[in-house]
């Protein structure tokens, strides 16, 4: 009898633990649901500034990369561009936060989330490893041209980091367009009138 109500006392400690689990692991997996439709707009007006102005390469087709990117800026030279002191700015640390923890994994790309004027489609990571096997040499991109030739290369992009507020926002970009080409870009982004902008280029690094 002592035996049996023993179990019964256990077996309501296991349902209490796991009762005040369940609800911390759906906090858990709900803290994040995927790629915002607000991030989805910053993604198409930094597209637009940095590839599709008139300074810009012509291109009537682009390729993104499926899968977020997050630069680590850090590497090599210590450098993490929201820390440095910019003239004019004050970026919030909760803007930093959020970029940090949404770019600690990889997420993936929706091509009819993008609204961009011109044609467009996703790159996977099979079809990047397929073709570049990690090197960015010339009889690589010959190869990439051959199987996608209406592309100028491709864009990889960042989740976007927001301040609290949401009137605030971090975000990388970057592209590969052949041997030596290409360039990122970490950008520090503001909501005026409700329209997202480019308030300052905090880093821009070439491949060239």
Known sequence: MIRC?????ELFVLIAVASAAVPHLKALAASDDGVSEEEYGIYAAAIQQFYLSPEARP??????????????FSVGDNDEPWKEKHKGLNIEESAVEDYETKNSQKWLLKKADFKLPVKHDLITDLDLKAIFHGHWGELEWIQYYRRFPESTGFIMLSRVGFNTAHTQA????????????????????EKSNGAWV???????KSFG
């Open 5 to 9: 109500s023993r179990g019964i006392v």
């Open 59 to 72: 291109t009537k087709f682009l390729m993104i990369e499926e899968r977020t990117f997050k630069y680590d």
């Open 170 to 189: 971090l975000l990388y970009i970057g592209s590969r367009c052949g041997p030596g080409c290409g360039e990122i870009h970490f950008l520090f982004l």
């Open 198 to 204: 480019v308030k300052k280029e905090l880093r821009k």
